[in-house]
């Protein structure tokens, strides 16, 4: 099996580009750089050192306007800074990096894109808050729209234009974890670079349309009816899907001038959502197994709620077997901590089971291996080999405690490490019962992805099972901090700002810095091009290309075995004399 992600291209260069802000005004300089690695056969990135580099930046018109070749320095950086013509047009630009006479197999180029406008600096924003007290559809919505200025004062007697559209949204929730950012990267992606939105181009059915004015706090309300799903029919999406309202604003101040927000409220047919988060993903008889729930409403508010935590067994047959029941009761943050005293082998569900104030029943669930010496007159569902990981990520140095399950007991099994096209490692074990732990030490090479994947062969039968381990890049990342001799300042004041770095260990890293000072409205007009740079050097998750192949895998012929014995004919083969001819069977042309 396999799952997407980058190759493993050793020899492959990076191009970090960015500017000092997002957009610029005619005439204005831009102030760029360039950071430049390459991949080392570990899969670290190195500085780039004393390699020349060319630049070249293109107006929307595909012109150029400005070019240029540095060098990079002992960190792989290259500096530079160029004035817009005065009449230069608007739109999008283009800066490219380039390093000639490089292998054209290697990735020697990128760049990075700003935005030139005659644009005049927002003086305030508009934000929309949604109620604080859960909404059931056929309910009224009253949200409160924001207007403020940017230095905090409201904004009075503002003109507020809404348009308010109707869509789908899907409860779910992400418990806080070390490397966040790289796993939502992985899963979705947060490269948005996208303009600000314009009325009326938001997704959705528009339910409602008006004006308002702010009072003299700079808020207003926008009230509209949510619709209530008459449909009878009983599709299992209808349980999890719920109505989104995205609420669009135009707000222009007494000087005529018009900014643009959203903001969106849920509407959910349940009071509140659960969820739950077992700590590890196996224990063993006697464990206390450690489980964490959050019960929120719609718009990610804390609930706090009562309702039962019920341990199932899990059977062959999708059957299933209640073993404990405990009341529970969130705390006013909406979260709880439970444990539940293992005493028994096996595969269990553990779930949070209860019914809110309107009535309808809210649940969680999650499952969770306990291993011991019972697992082994323990029937198991699942068939072949199951592997179980202790946590959910490592670091390097890290010791993993992985569980293996068989179906019945004494199986042999073939473990390989994998990571894009390699086999790192392979191991050959004997499962004596239905399950073994087996202790894997992390280490570089697994950084940041690597499968751990299982064979076996029982009853002319070949099952197989891959599991991916996620090792963040811990030791490749600086912690920086930024902080200002003062928490204000005045227009005109001068301000001195210390840079801080220190590596994993927390010891100072030595290392080169920029630091650019940005009006925080020019966001509105522009946000950042540049991508987080953590996931542009080190979210990359390695692609496993390594296949199992048996003789199970194709279709084989039939053989018959013959075990009587039959006389030996002699044989002759056809002689045709020279001139025998031939029959021509094809006389041409097209048969239809």
């Given amino acids: 099996g396999y799952w997407w992600g980058y ?10 580009s960015y500017t000092d802000r997002p ?10 750089r360039q950071i430049l690695t390459k991949r080392l056969p570990n899969g670290d990135q190195a500085p780039a050192t004393g390699t020349k580099v060319a630049i070249t930046v293109s107006n929307p018109k595909g012109e150029e306007v400005w070019k240029g070749e540095l060098t990079t320095s002992e960190f792989g950086t290259i500096n530079g800074s160029f004035d817009l013509p005065a009449e230069t047009p608007l739109g999008e630009y283009s800066i490219n990096a380039s390093v000639p006479n490089v292998n054209g197999s290697i990735a020697a180029s990128g760049g990075n894109r700003f935005r030139v406008e005659e644009y005049k600096r927002p003086e305030f924003e508009v934000t929309v808050d949604a109620p604080k007290q859960a909404v059931r559809p056929g309910e009224t919505v009253a949200a409160k729209v924001n207007v403020r200025y940017y230095f905090g004062a409201p904004v009075p007697n503002a003109k507020v234009k809404y348009t308010v559209r109707r869509s789908t949204w899907w409860a779910s929730y992400r418990f806080p974890q070390p490397f966040s950012w790289l796993y939502e990267y992985w899963g979705a992606g947060d490269y948005d670079t996208g303009r600000r939105n314009i009325g009326g181009e938001g997704s959705g059915t528009i339910v409602k349309e008006g004006e308002t004015t702010t009072d003299a706090q700079g808020v207003a309300e926008v009230a509209f009816g949510t619709e209530r799903d008459t449909s009878t029919r009983d599709e299992w999406w209808r349980r999890y899907a719920n109505p989104l309202y995205t609420i669009e604003i135009e707000a222009t101040d007494a000087s005529r001038r018009t900014i643009e927000g959203q903001g969106s409220v849920r509407v959910a047919d349940q009071q509140y959502f659960a969820f739950l988060d077992v700590k590890r993903g196996f224990y063993t008889s006697g464990d206390r197994v450690e489980t964490e729930l959050v019960t929120r409403d719609a718009n990610d508010n804390a609930v706090s709620a009562s309702g039962k935590m019920v341990v199932y067994k899990l059977l062959p047959g999708d059957k299933e077997e209640k073993v404990f029941e405990q009341d529970i009761r969130t705390d006013e943050k909406g979260r709880a901590f439970w444990t539940w005293p293992s005493d028994n082998a096996g595969h269990f569900r553990i779930a949070y089971e209860a019914t809110d ?28 080999i199951t592997i179980v990981l202790d946590k959910r990520n490592y670091e390097e140095g890290d010791t993993i405690r992985a569980l293996f399950v068989a179906d019945k007991p004494d199986t042999t099994v073939l473990l390989t490490q994998e990571a894009g096209g390699d086999i790192l490692r392979r191991d050959v074990f004997r499962i004596e019962g239905k399950s073994r732990e087996v202790v894997i030490p992390v280490e570089h090479q697994h950084v940041p992805n690597f499968a751990l994947a299982a064979a076996a062969i029982r009853d002319f039968e070949v099952y197989s099972v891959q599991a991916e381990v996620f090792v963040p890049p811990v030791r490749q990342m600086l912690n920086v901090s930024v902080a200002g001799d003062k928490e204000t300042y005045k227009p005109g004041e001068t301000g001195r700002f210390t840079i801080k770095a220190t590596d994993w260990q927390g010891k100072p890293a030595r290392g080169e810095f920029s630091l650019a000072l940005t009006d925080a409205s020019l966001f509105y007009i522009q946000k950042d091009y540049a991508p987080d740079m953590r996931a542009f050097y080190y979210g990359e998750r390695r692609a496993i290309s390594v296949n199992l192949d048996s003789s199970r895998s194709g279709r084989p012929e039939g053989r018959i075995e013959d075990d009587n014995k039959y006389p030996d004919y002699e044989t002759h083969d056809w002689q045709l004399p020279d001139d025998f001819g031939q029959l021509n069977i094809d006389p041409g042309g097209w048969w239809g």
């Fill in 23 to 32: 957009v610029y005004r005619p005439a204005q300089k831009v102030h760029f």
């Fill in 7 to 16: 190759g493993d291209n050793r020899d492959e260069m990076k191009i970090f």
């Fill in 357 to 384: 104030a309107w009535g309808q029943k809210v649940e969680a669930s999650q499952s969770v291996w306990i291993n011991g010496p019972s697992i082994n007159s323990t029937a198991i569902r699942l068939q072949g």
